[in-house]
């Protein structure tokens, strides 16, 4: 009897188990090789249609198995929709499991409006369902989409499973939205799925893409097992957020826990590098590149290119676009941006040029690249034909080419002609269109309409802390002690503080940093006595300090002696100290270079057969043999390319 009761509990667990393979052996199945299928290159359109009209003609059986390989083989948006069709009018419509597959097949093919449309038609859901349309929002950026639909998940008693937690966390980490994040962080707990490494990474992406660093590092530290994934979500991070110095550090402690560095690690890696254009450092990554056997794809070639140019080589910048493999749009662009930067506009244009006759499909990236160029190099004529040409591309100008356009016009002394256009224009002037304008008012020394620009932002932008210090500067410049006066004491009450200036130098692997009139260096006195002796040989050779550039009310002498101790002065010296002749000295600036140290940086290059470089906050200045490569107007301050360049940035980010 103990026998026979052993035997039928056998047979029934047997039983329930041959059930429960015939429930799930079927998506196995489902997704079994094409090659079972008789149909060739299914990934064409010829083949997938050309199946379908076999099934009609019934010269193939229509089973599960034959469309999901259709739609696992498809790729094409009109394919997809033709599999719907035929599956819709068959007697599998309204199978969970290839309606699940539709709605992954419509995301990838960028139809989600298709895929909601099959979501919302299903007779029936499962958690796949709903974690299948959630993912496809997230990845064509439409968080809020993916954000809006996780609660009626939850509303319809649906678990989520750690691909669901990755994907609400990537649409929270593209909304920038940490509140959201953190409540679906605490769920993720509750569910017990915050120790997985996939749903980790994802944790730690989303709180690095909100700037909550804090929180990332708590999350990967938490982290029991850690994969490249993870490594690479914090790399990005600390890029992302600027920091550099911690993004080589972790680069390195990457490497040291036995974790290879691929070619998202080496973007983020030189990304972080070109903010603070640590060449060396640079250079040392794109060694290690090298070694590790990667390839110079476009993807990371893109960043390298950056970081060479934002870094001050240039040299290095065109080699690596020489080389970059299946050059896309943003390889050109960000070659583009370089000549900018630089102030080369005849060769950005004949860059651009080369654009146009190589088929590249111009974006308004390239045109916002090209509109800098020629600002930044006093290409007036053609500037303004390349703004008129934006129509003949079907682009619509947006706010950061009317900028340019203003700034080039500003520039160029057309301060009534940049009047008009502004007031032309078809959409409302924003604060940076009116800065632009008053930045070349300082160029320019016109305090009337620096007045009348300066009174537009105010309005628009009260809380920008640059412009009252450019009219105080228009009015210092132009003699008007009175009127500066009156800005200097609004300031005061505002609570407008000018940003201290620093320079940067890096010699061997180390940033040293100064400020003007710096004393804090332990080798203070020697850098001191080096800047005498080069102060006397360029005066010698006909540099004449001006104090035009001292925008106080005090007199020559006291002005001279404030200009000799600025902190790119103090930052060359320390540099041609410590540094060999033939090595190019490379400085960055947290502002622009003043006009009289532009002035000397000229007359050191000639007299002392240096190279010099100096990276300020709107472009690259190189002095060589007493001259500047490249065109430059040395007075216009207002930073608005900061702004407008950030669309470059975030191309690339996109891309990534």
Same mark, same amino acid.
């Given at each position: 009897m103990r026998n026979h009761c052993r035997s039928l509990l056998f047979r029934r667990s047997h039983l329930r188990h041959l059930a429960a393979e015939r429930r799930y052996t079927t998506a196995a199945n489902l997704a079994a090789s094409v090659a079972d299928i008789p149909f060739p290159a299914a990934s064409s359109t010829g083949s997938i249609r050309g199946t379908l009209d076999r099934v009609d003609a019934g010269e193939l059986a229509a089973t599960p198995r034959l469309y999901q390989s259709l739609i696992t083989a498809c790729?094409?948006?009109?394919?997809?929709?033709?599999?719907?069709?035929?599956?819709?009018?068959?007697? #599998?419509?309204?199978?969970?499991?290839?309606?699940?597959?539709?709605?992954?097949?419509?995301?990838?093919?960028?139809?989600?409006?298709d895929a909601r449309?099959?979501?919302?038609?299903?007779?029936?859901?499962?958690?796949?369902?709903?974690?299948?349309?959630?993912?496809?929002?997230?990845?064509?950026?439409?968080? +809020? $989409?993916?954000?809006?639909?996780?609660?009626?998940?939850?509303?319809? @008693? #649906?678990?989520?499973?750690?691909f669901t937690f990755a994907s609400v966390l990537k649409a929270a980490g593209a909304s920038g939205?940490?509140?959201?994040?953190?409540?679906?962080?605490?769920?993720a707990v509750k569910c017990d799925w915050h120790g997985d490494v996939y749903v980790g990474s994802a944790l730690l992406d989303m709180y690095a893409r909100c700037g909550r660093m804090d929180m990332a590092i708590k999350v990967f530290d938490q982290l029991e097992s850690k994969n490249g994934v993870t490594w690479n979500a914090l790399i990005a991070g600390f890029a992302r957020k600027g920091d550099g110095e911690t993004t080589l550090l972790k680069f390195a402690e990457m490497q040291r826990n036995g974790f290879e560095a691929t070619h998202f690690t080496y973007s983020s890696v030189f990304t972080a590098i070109s903010g603070i254009g640590a060449l060396e450092q640079g250079k040392w990554v794109h060694a290690h590149m090298i070694k590790s056997g990667q390839k110079l794809s476009a993807f990371v070639g893109n960043t390298l290119l950056d970081m060479y140019a934002k870094s001050g080589s240039m040299v290095d910048a065109r080699k690596v676009f020489d080389r970059v493999d299946k050059k896309d749009l943003v390889t050109w662009n960000s070659m583009l941006t370089a000549f900018a930067q630089y102030g080369l506009g005849r060769e950005a244009?004949?860059?651009?040029?080369?654009?146009?006759?190589?088929? *590249? &499909?111009?974006?308004?990236?390239?045109?916002?690249?090209?509109?800098?160029?020629?600002?930044?190099?006093?290409?007036?004529?053609?500037?303004?034909?390349? #703004? %008129?040409?934006?129509?003949?591309?079907?682009?619509?100008?947006?706010?950061?080419?009317?900028?340019?356009?203003?700034?080039?016009?500003?520039?160029?002394?057309?301060?009534?002609?940049?009047?008009?256009?502004?007031?032309?224009?078809?959409?409302?002037?924003?604060?940076?269109?009116?800065?632009?304008?008053?930045?070349?008012?300082?160029?320019?020394?016109?305090?009337?309409?620096?007045?009348?620009?300066?009174? =537009?932002?105010? $309005?628009? %932008?009260?809380?920008?802390?640059?412009?009252?210090?450019?009219?105080?500067?228009?009015?210092?410049?132009?003699?008007?002690?009175?009127?500066?006066?009156?800005?200097?004491?609004?300031?005061?009450?505002?609570?407008?503080?000018?940003e201290p200036a620093c320079s940067w130098v890096e010699i061997e692997n180390s940033? =040293?940093?100064?400020?003007?009139?710096? +004393?804090?260096?332990?080798?203070? $006195? $020697?850098?001191?006595?080096?800047?005498?002796?080069?102060?006397? @040989? *360029? &005066?010698?050779?006909?540099? *004449?300090?001006?104090?035009?550039?001292?925008?106080?009310?005090v007199d020559e002498r006291e002005r001279e002696a404030k200009l000799q101790y600025h902190s790119e002065k103090i930052a060359v010296a320390f540099a041609m100290i410590n540094m060999p002749v033939e090595a190019t000295i490379r400085i960055m600036k947290n502002i622009r270079i003043c006009g009289d140290c532009h002035s000397a940086f000229k007359y050191i290059s000639k007299v002392f057969k240096r190279e010099i470089v100096v990276r300020d906050t709107n472009r690259f200045h190189h002095f060589s043999s007493g001259t500047l490569l490249g065109r430059s107007y040395p007075l216009l301050t207002f930073d608005y390319q900061k702004h407008q360049l950030q669309k470059v940035i975030v191309e690339r980010e996109d891309a990534a």
């Open positions: 790729a094409i948006l009109d394919d997809a929709r033709a599999i719907h069709a035929h599956l819709a009018g068959s007697q #599998f419509a309204g199978s969970v499991f290839l309606d699940n597959s539709l709605i992954h097949l419509y995301c990838k093919c960028g139809g989600v409006a449309r099959v979501f919302d038609e299903m007779p029936r859901r499962d958690i796949c369902s709903w974690t299948s349309l959630i993912a496809g929002y997230a990845q064509n950026d439409m968080p +809020d $989409e993916a954000l809006g639909l996780f609660p009626a998940m939850l509303r319809g @008693r #649906f678990k989520p499973n750690g939205s940490s509140g959201i994040g953190e409540q679906i962080h605490a769920l244009v004949t860059h651009f040029e080369e654009m146009r006759k190589c088929g *590249i &499909r111009l974006n308004q990236i390239t045109f916002l690249c090209i509109l800098t160029a020629c600002s930044h190099g006093g290409l007036l004529k053609e500037g303004k034909r390349y #703004f %008129d040409m934006m129509k003949e591309y079907n682009l619509e100008p947006e706010i950061d080419h009317y900028v340019t356009v203003a700034d080039l016009l500003s520039r160029a002394g057309l301060l009534n002609d940049a009047l008009v256009f502004i007031f032309k224009m078809p959409i409302k002037p924003t604060a940076a269109v009116w800065g632009a304008l008053l930045g070349a008012c300082r160029m320019h020394k016109n305090a009337k309409v620096g007045q009348f620009a300066a009174d =537009h932002v105010f $309005e628009l %932008d009260p809380d920008d802390t640059g412009p009252p210090v450019l009219l105080y500067n228009i009015y210092a410049s132009t003699g008007q002690w009175d009127a500066a006066a009156r800005v200097r004491k609004m300031m005061k009450a505002t609570g407008v503080k000018k940033v =040293h940093m100064f400020v003007a009139n710096d +004393d804090t260096h332990p080798r203070s $006195e $020697e850098i001191y006595k080096k800047w005498e002796e080069i102060s006397i @040989r *360029i &005066r010698l050779a006909g540099y *004449i300090p001006n104090t035009d550039y001292v925008l106080l009310h």
